[in-house]
């Protein structure tokens, strides 16, 4: 071979090794990243007893790990567009892959929100996913529900006041601002009096009140009177439903 053919040779040798090195870098610098953080747009809600509103979001999510230790995940939420995590905008991301849920509680009614997922490594670096964008303008007039009974013992009965007990479940997107009881003389409950539940404040997770059973006391009541029983809830908008048909009467001492 002859020295030009060979320095040829050398050159093109060095070229490729030179690319393929290139090459094998980019591909180490560059991973493909296919991370994702699909957050569905419907979106659910509920409503407390102070008027704020809880939305519940679901996601799908992937993140395979080529891009840091991964240490925290979950939804952001402003009333701006691409809203960025910072102290008091965040809410967990529970579940795996494909049944990815959160609840964002406390929220203003009335507003434009933005909510996306997010990844935070430990390196300080984020990774955000989609953005939709939900309101929290919300009527549940005709989508809220509860269920409401008086127990068929008396808890306490006296010749002046009787005590009973008020069940409280499946409240359906609004939680009532107060409950109680409704009682009178007359089946068709004319001429009735109420009584509230004292300290009810609508602790729930998720619309499932924790504390469901009360007692309730109708007094200045009749000796040797039969009364008549039902309960009531008092939403926001101050409609009133009796949760039911629960009816039962207790006769005084």
């Known amino acids: ?30 991973p493909i ?14 409503i407390n007893t102070d008027g704020t509103i809880n939305l519940f979001v679901s996601a799908k999510i992937q993140d395979i790990g080529n891009f840091g230790n991964t240490i925290n995940r979950g939804f952001v939420y402003g009333t701006s567009s691409n809203p960025k995590v910072s102290s008091n905008n965040t809410s967990f991301a529970d579940g795996d892959f494909d049944s990815i849920t959160g609840n964002i509680e406390g929220l203003t009614s009335g507003q434009n929100y933005y909510i996306r997922g997010y990844f935070e490594y430990d390196d300080g670096t984020f990774f955000y996913g989609n953005e939709i964008q939900t309101s929290t303008n919300i009527d549940a007039s005709t989508s809220r529900d509860v269920t409401l009974d008086i127990e068929s013992e008396a808890f306490l009965i006296q010749t002046n006041f009787i005590t009973v ?13 107060e409950v109680g009881i ?10 009735s009096n109420t009584n509230v539940v004292e300290g009810f404040n609508g602790i729930h997770n998720k619309g499932v009140i924790l504390i469901t059973s009360y007692s309730v006391v109708a007094e200045s009541l009749t000796l040797g009177t039969q009364y008549y029983f039902r309960p009531y809830v008092k939403y926001a908008d101050n409609t009133i439903t009796n949760g ?3 009816t039962i009467s207790f006769t005084t001492n």
């Open 182 to 191: 409704e009682y009178s003389v007359n089946s068709d409950f004319t001429s």
């Open 33 to 46: 990243d296919n991370r994702e953080f699909a957050i569905n747009n419907e979106t659910d809600y509920f």
């Open 165 to 177: 007990i008020l069940n409280i479940n499946n409240v359906i997107k609004e939680m009532p601002v």
């Open 1 to 30: 071979m002859s020295m030009k053919n060979l320095i040829r040779t050398v050159f093109i040798f060095l070229s490729v090794i030179s690319f393929l090195g290139c090459s094998n870098d980019d591909e180490t610098i560059n």
């Open 244 to 246: 039911g048909a629960s």
